[in-house]
C-alpha cells in the first residue's frame, strides 16, 4: 500500500474510531434503558440479561474469525459489511415488536460489530506504520472508550426519557451511514500477506462453550440449576471445551492457539480481562437496576447519578497507558484491582447504596479501577510474543473481555433473580434491595481481588521469563519451521547478524512495553 498523506491518516482514524464509538456507546446507553424496557416489553429479569448477553455473546464468539476473514478477503471490505449489519441491527432494534425479536435483533448487530472493533484495529496499525505515529493513533483511539463510558449515561438518559428507549438505537443510524460513505471514499484496501486459514470446528466449539454456559447461568433460576435442561446445557459447554481442548493443537493454524497460555503474563491478561469486565457488566447491570427500580429516578437522573464513575474511568484510562509506558503494567493493575476491591466491599459489607456520600465513593473507586486495567490487559497479553503473534495474541484479549461481560451479567442476574424470588419479587425492589444484592457485589469484590493477586503474579520477572520461553516456542509457527526456513527467506527479512530470535522477541517485547495503547 503506497504512504498516504497525514490528512488521510487523520481520516482513516476518525473513520475507525466512529466505529469504535457506535459499538461502545451502544452498551453504556443500553444499561440506562433496561428499566423503560423491562417495563413496556413485561420483561423478566432473564430477560434483561439477554438483551445485553446475545449481544456480547455472539461478538466474543466471531470476533476472531471477524478478524481473520478481514485479513484474508480485505479489510475495508469486511469493515462496510460489519457497518451495514451493525446499522441495520440497530434499525431493526428500534421496532423490535416484543422481547424476543429484540434479542435476535440484537444478535444481528453483535455480527456487525464483531466485524468492527477488531478490524479497525488492523486497518490503524495498517496505516500508522511509525512505532511512533502508532502509538499516539491507538492513544486516540482508547481515548474514545473513555468518552463513551462518560457520555453513554447521560445521552441514554436524556434519550429514553424525552422519545423514549427506542430512540437508543436511532442514533446509530447515521453515524453508522457516515462512517459508511467515509469508508467507501477514504480507507485503503488492505490484505494480511498471509492469512490464517480458516477453522470452522474450532468456531463452533467456541460458540458451543460460550453459548451453552450462558444459557445455563441466566435461565437456572427459573428453570432450576438441576433440571434437565441445564444440566443439559452445562454437559454442552463441557464437552466443547473438551473438543477445543483436544482438537486445536492438532491443527497447524488454530483459531487459538494453546501454547499461548504458557505465557504467564498472557494467562493473567485473559483471566484479568475476564474478571475486570465480568465486574464491569455486574456493576453496571445492578446499579442501572437500583436507582431506578429502587430510588425512582429518571433515566437521565441515573445517568447523571453514575458520571462520577465515568468520569474517573476517562482521565485514568490515558493516565494508566502513561504509567505502563514509565513504569510498566504492574502499577496500573494493582491500582485497577485494589480499586474495584475496595469499591465492591463498600456495597457488600457497608451498604453503600443506602447513603449517597459511600454510594458516589464507590462509583469513584470503581471508576478509577476500571479506568487503569483496559490499557495493561493487551498490554500485557502482548509482551513477549513475536511480531507475528502480537495481533492474536492482543484479539485473544478482546475477546475475552467480551467473555467476562457476558458472564458478568449472567451470574450477577442469576444472583439477583434468585434473591428477588426468594424476598417475594417486587417487594425487595425497596429497602430491602441492598441485602437481595449482598451476594452479587460478593462476587464483583471477588472479581477485583482476582485482578489485584493475579495482576501481582503476572508482571514480575519470573513471568517474563515463561513469556520469553514460549514465544521462542512460537516463533519457529511464526517465521518458518527451522533454520532452512530461515535460510530461504530474503536477506532482509532474516534474524540480523547476533541477534537471535528470543533478542527479536526481547525487543517486541519492549515495542510492545513502549506502546501501551495497543489493542485497546
Not at 288 to 315: C, D, E, I, K, W
Amino acid at each position: 500500500m503506497h504512504e498516504l498523506s497525514n490528512r488521510r491518516k487523520t481520516l482513516v482514524l476518525a473513520i475507525c474510531c466512529l466505529s469504535l464509538l457506535i459499538v461502545s456507546l451502544d452498551n453504556t446507553i443500553l444499561n440506562v434503558a433496561l428499566p423503560s424496557m423491562q417495563r413496556e416489553l413485561h420483561a423478566s429479569v432473564s430477560g434483561l440479561q439477554w438483551t445485553i448477553d446475545a449481544y456480547t455473546l455472539v461478538l466474543a464468539s466471531l470476533l476472531m474469525l471477524s478478524g481473520s476473514t478481514a485479513d484474508r478477503i480485505g479489510r475495508r471490505r469486511v469493515f462496510q459489511t460489519g457497518l451495514v449489519l451493525f446499522t441495520l441491527g440497530s434499525a431493526l432494534c428500534s421496532i423490535a415488536p416484543n422481547l424476543e425479536s429484540l434479542v435476535a435483533f440484537r444478535m444481528v448487530q453483535a455480527i456487525g460489530g464483531s466485524m468492527l472493533n477488531p478490524v479497525a484495529m488492523s486497518i490503524i496499525t495498517n496505516t500508522f506504520t511509525g512505532p511512533r505515529e502508532r502509538a499516539r493513533a491507538i492513544g486516540v483511539w482508547g481515548a474514545v472508550v473513555g468518552i463513551s463510558m462518560a457520555a453513554g449515561p447521560l445521552i441514554g438518559g436524556l434519550l429514553v426519557d424525552s422519545v423514549g428507549w427506542r430512540s437508543i438505537f436511532w442514533i446509530n443510524l447515521p453515524i453508522g451511514a457516515v462512517a459508511l460513505l467515509l469508508t467507501w471514499r477514504y480507507v485503503p484496501e488492505s490484505r494480511a500477506p498471509k492469512p490464517r486459514r480458516p477453522d470452522p470446528v474450532g468456531q463452533l466449539l467456541v460458540i458451543g462453550v460460550l453459548g451453552a454456559l450462558t444459557y445455563a447461568i441466566i435461565e437456572a433460576p427459573s428453570a432450576g440449576w438441576t433440571s434437565p435442561l441445564i444440566v443439559s446445557f452445562a454437559a454442552v459447554s463441557a464437552l466443547s471445551l473438551a473438543g477445543l481442548v483436544l482438537y486445536e493443537p492438532r491443527r497447524a493454524e488454530p483459531l487459538i492457539d494453546l501454547r499461548f497460555f504458557r505465557s504467564a503474563p498472557f494467562s493473567g491478561a485473559t483471566v484479568i480481562a475476564v474478571c475486570a469486565f465480568a465486574a464491569l457488566g455486574g456493576f453496571l447491570f445492578l446499579n442501572t437496576l437500583y436507582l431506578q427500580n429502587v430510588r425512582g429516578f429518571s433515566a437521565l437522573h441515573a445517568g447523571l447519578y453514575m458520571l462520577p464513575m465515568a468520569a474517573m474511568t476517562f482521565f485514568c484510562a490515558p493516565l494508566s497507558g502513561r504509567l505502563i509506558g514509565s513504569r510498566g503494567p504492574r502499577l496500573p493493575l494493582l491500582i485497577a484491582g485494589a480499586g474495584m476491591t475496595a469499591s465492591g466491599l463498600l456495597f457488600a459489607v457497608f451498604d453503600a447504596e443506602r447513603t449517597t456520600a459511600l454510594l458516589f465513593t464507590g462509583y469513584v473507586l470503581f471508576g478509577i479501577g476500571f479506568g487503569m486495567v483496559n490499557a495493561p490487559i493487551t498490554n500485557t497479553a502482548v509482551s513477549g510474543m513475536p511480531r507475528s503473534q502480537a495481533g492474536v495474541a492482543a484479539a485473544v484479549a478482546s475477546t475475552s473481555r467480551q467473555i467476562g461481560q457476558t458472564l458478568g451479567v449472567a451470574v450477577i442476574g442469576a444472583v439477583l433473580a434468585g434473591g428477588l424470588a426468594g424476598a417475594a419479587g417486587s417487594a425487595a425492589y425497596g429497602h430491602g434491595f441492598a441485602d437481595v444484592s449482598r451476594a452479587a457485589w460478593w462476587i464483583i469484590t471477588a472479581c477485583g481481588a482476582c485482578v489485584l493477586l493475579v495482576g501481582l503474579l503476572t508482571s514480575g520477572s519470573w513471568a517474563r521469563g515463561t513469556a520469553l520461553r514460549t514465544a521462542e516456542r512460537l516463533e519457529p509457527a511464526a517465521v518458518g519451521a527451522g533454520p532452512r526456513a530461515t535460510e530461504d527467506r530474503p536477506a532482509e527479512d532474516r534474524p540480523t547478524e547476533g541477534r537471535s530470535g528470543a533478542a527479536q522477541t526481547r525487543a517486541a517485547a519492549s515495542d510492545a512495553d513502549r506502546d501501551p495503547g495497543a489493542g485497546s
